[in-house]
């Protein structure tokens, strides 16, 4: 969409490409979070960790969604979440 086009449809401009330095502090915080949670230090994060996150973040939801969830998030179907699927997932926001 061009300018016009997100005006004429009632928004103000179209989405902004976020800044190199931008991605990197994402990514920074978002590793600090991720190492936070990996009690073990295993570099990944198993589903009782990602339970951890989620009590964190303050969410209450059940077993079977935190498993849905984890399905998820676990893209290589490991049963566990490496950081770049916790990145991916997290800024997904």
């Known amino acids: 969409m061009n300018m016009f086009e997100y005006q004429a449809a009632g928004l103000r401009s179209p989405p ?17 979070l991720f190492d936070s949670i990996d009690a073990d230090g295993g570099g990944t994060l198993d589903s009782e960790e990602m339970s951890q996150l989620f009590a964190m973040l303050g969410l209450s939801i ?3 969604q935190e498993a849905t969830i984890m399905a998820k998030v676990d893209a290589d179907g490991s049963g566990e979440v490496d950081f770049d699927e916790f990145f991916n997932w997290y800024n997904s926001f």
């Open 16 to 32: 902004r490409t976020p800044s190199k330095e931008e991605v990197d502090m994402k990514r920074l915080m978002s590793r600090r």
């Open 62 to 64: 059940t077993k079977e």
